[in-house]
């Protein structure tokens, strides 16, 4: 062959390889179909989709992706597959239950870990949710709460995510009472400290509500709300026990209350992110109501962003902070829970609080990918037979502060945790289950050098 017709069979070569490369990144999509939809609404599945019928696709490996990410996250089914031939895709989905009567089998203390020294079984919270999912295919979700034990709670929530014909506005109405013998008086040495009277209902609360959402791009949710609460105790409580539990040593507060929360969620899964934002910008005004003394107002302004990043290879990284404002003129008791309550915690700090109106936390992880495996799971229960999961072995360090004006206050208190700045760290293993079920094992350090070993159910940012 001479030098002319090889140069000529090169680029003939590398015109169709480019052709084909192209050919399979730039396509004009022709039709969308769906399979494996048994009660889902076909345009609940297009909506995630990152394209549409006409559109000129430039990189299918993203759209691909990113259309199959946002589907998990509906929560509506357990895989997704999307493929194309030639300019046709097909979107193939395995539906989950949608129906679950779920056992509630819960605690009454902060985390399993504060519980977990105790093991009272009469400090246990059972009883069912009833979770219907996707009511009418529309991806509706109601659920009745029904709650004995430690608390007794009944509560009904109905969330209509698409209100209107463009799908970008949706809804959700809630309401709960409860009550409880026994209340989070106060706190003492860091921690929380209880008061029970034999069998007395020391407290009843009630609340409901009502939320508009906005969803006109795929990332970005707009949330206006506005509800009430009450919360009545028994007149020991302001009398005796904590005389600041609630303001003016009332036993009865109402509170109405208006806000608005954005989020801008871009996670590859919502359950355990390994990449992608997270943000959260929440803004709520409250007025508290009273029987015989003067209202008041309270602003709250709290900002939470996470980032989630890939290192290299089954190496990940993850950073979370927090902060709080809250415009708070009066040492309320039930307003001053900071760090140590919910998500908003220090990793070795899980039997101890830190209480005030304001708060900063951060929180940074390097993550290792163990396994990344789907295994048969339940052979002959449908939709079921497959178990995707994954095994992450983690080093972690936290760090909080918390302002608190009012502590000094409270007579013995003897809180040593809030005004100065707290650290903790450790090291971790999380199981991973149909992308959104974790399991978290930590052994973890405070800065005062206490440590042990930790139970999660929840990722930890």
Not at 82 to 87: N, T
Not at 96 to 106: A, N, Q
Not at 301 to 320: D, E, V
């Amino acid at each position: 062959m001479s030098f002319r017709s090889g140069l000529i069979a090169f680029f003939l070569f590398a015109s169709t390889q480019l052709s084909a490369q192209n050919s399979d990144s730039f396509f004009v999509v022709k039709s969308i179909s769906t399979s494996g939809l048994v009660k889902t609404r076909e345009y609940i599945v297009l909506r995630e989709l990152t394209f549409k019928v006409g559109d000129t696709i430039k990189n299918w490996a993203y759209h691909k992706e990113q259309s199959r990410r946002q589907l998990i996250n509906l929560f509506l089914f357990n895989e997704v597959k999307i493929e194309r031939v030639g300019e046709a895709v097909m979107v193939v989905a395995t539906e989950r239950w949608y129906i679950w009567p779920i056992p509630v089998l819960d605690y009454a203390d902060r985390n399993f870990n504060q519980w977990w020294l105790t093991k009272d079984p009469k400090r246990l919270i059972y009883g069912v949710d009833l979770s219907h999912y996707n009511i009418r295919g529309r991806n509706e979700t109601m659920v009745l709460n029904m709650i004995l034990g430690y608390t007794r709670s009944l509560g009904l929530t109905y969330r209509i995510p698409y209100i209107n014909k463009k799908m970008s506005w949706g809804m959700q109405l809630s309401a709960k009472a409860n009550a409880n013998r026994e209340v989070w008086s106060s706190t003492i040495d860091d921690k929380v400290s209880f008061f029970k009277d034999n069998d007395r209902t020391l407290i009843r609360r009630q609340m409901g509500e009502v939320v508009f959402t906005h969803r006109k791009k795929f990332f970005t949710y707009h949330y206006f709300y506005t509800g009430f609460r009450r919360v009545q105790v028994d007149p020991i409580i302001a009398d005796s026990v904590n005389r600041n539990y609630l303001i003016y040593q009332a036993d009865e507060q109402n509170e109405g209350y208006l806000g608005y929360q954005l989020v801008y969620d871009q996670r590859d899964f919502k359950g355990f992110p390994l990449r992608g934002h997270l943000l959260k910008v929440n803004i709520e005004a409250s007025n508290y109501f009273f029987k015989q003394v003067p209202d008041f107002q309270t602003l709250l302004l709290k900002l939470a962003y996470s980032r989630y990043f890939n290192i290299k290879g089954n190496w990940f990284g993850s950073g979370h902070i927090t902060a709080r404002y809250l415009d708070n003129m009066y040492p309320q008791y039930t307003a001053t829970q900071a760090l140590g309550y919910g998500k908003d915690y220090i990793r070795g700090y899980e039997l101890r609080v830190i209480d005030g109106s304001n708060f900063a936390l951060s929180k940074l992880e390097v993550k290792y990918r163990l396994v990344n495996k789907t295994y048969s799971f339940a052979s002959g229960v449908r939709n079921y037979e497959k178990l995707p999961m994954s095994v992450f072995a983690s080093v972690f360090f936290d760090a909080g502060y918390v302002r608190n004006y009012w502590d000094k206050q409270v007579v013995n208190s003897n809180n040593l945790l809030p005004n100065t700045l707290q650290n903790g760290g450790g090291i971790g293993l999380n199981l991973v289950m149909f992308y959104d079920y974790c399991m978290r094992l930590e052994y973890s350090a405070d800065r005062q050098l206490n440590h042990r070993m930790y139970v999660s159910f929840v990722a930890a940012m």
